[in-house]
């Protein structure tokens, strides 16, 4: 079956790091997502992964391991507009993503 | 550019009543898809179209009906509403594969059946 994982919830601080974690399974592979989605507004797209390493975007960065069936996404020099949600997302080998629950991430100052 | 729209944005309707969400897109996209998003749960795939006049089941398609009429436009129906079916529903569109894999989303229609 397809299936991906991500944790429920997670409080960091305002300026600190965090890492989000993301395992996934889908028939065939055509690259890892993530996207931002706001309490009450629709997601929008963060990063995209379809190659082993990490990808860098300003204070986001997105790493795959395509052999682990991993990824994470980092968040450097957390604010507060950062509290959202995370959502991780696979696409298969029709190109139809497969969504976690998404993790919630609450920042405190 | 409007990106992609949704009407309504608001809907409660009584069990056994119909309706029809629409989404439009400006982007000239060929892909289109409805999710709906429940709490604790991913984002599930209703139905998707992949070009004018087509269309496929998703995950989760029975008790809705598409309908894929002109490229800008995906429409979907409710015929008869049951409780089970209160949620927010998400339209998305994107490129053909090769042209890219964002997808863009409409800001949601928050759907009540009571």
């Known amino acids: 079956g397809q299936n991906i994982d991500q944790p429920t919830e997670m409080t960091a601080t305002e300026g600190a790091i965090v890492q989000i974690n993301c395992t996934y399974q889908t028939s065939g592979f055509n690259g890892l997502f993530w996207y931002q989605q706001h309490a009450g507004e629709a997601p929008t797209f963060l990063s995209y992964n379809v190659l082993d390493g990490l990808e860098e975007k300003g204070r986001f960065s997105s790493f795959l391991s395509r052999s682990k069936g991993y990824s994470y996404l980092l968040l450097k020099e957390l604010q507060m507009k950062d509290s959202a949600s995370y959502l991780c997302a696979g696409m298969d080998s029709n190109y139809q993503l497969i969504w976690g629950a998404g993790t919630k991430l609450i920042i405190k100052p | 550019n409007a990106g992609v729209t949704q009407t309504p944005k608001f809907r409660v309707l009584k069990t056994g009543q119909s309706m029809t969400l629409l989404c439009a897109q400006d982007?000239?996209?060929?892909?289109m898809y409805w999710y709906r998003q429940d709490p604790g749960m991913g984002l599930r795939l209703i139905h998707y179209?992949?070009?004018?006049?087509?269309?496929a089941k998703g995950e989760v398609p029975d008790g809705y009906n598409v309908s894929r009429l002109k490229k800008q436009n995906f429409l979907l129906g409710l015929e008869s509403a049951a409780p089970s079916q209160t949620s927010v529903y998400f339209c998305?569109?994107?490129?053909?594969?090769?042209?890219?894999?964002?997808?863009?989303f409409g800001p949601g229609t928050r759907l009540t059946v009571l």
């Open positions: 179209s992949v070009g004018e006049g087509t269309t």
């Open positions: 982007m000239n996209h060929e892909y």
């Open positions: 998305a569109s994107t490129g053909p594969p090769d042209r890219g894999h964002e997808q863009f």
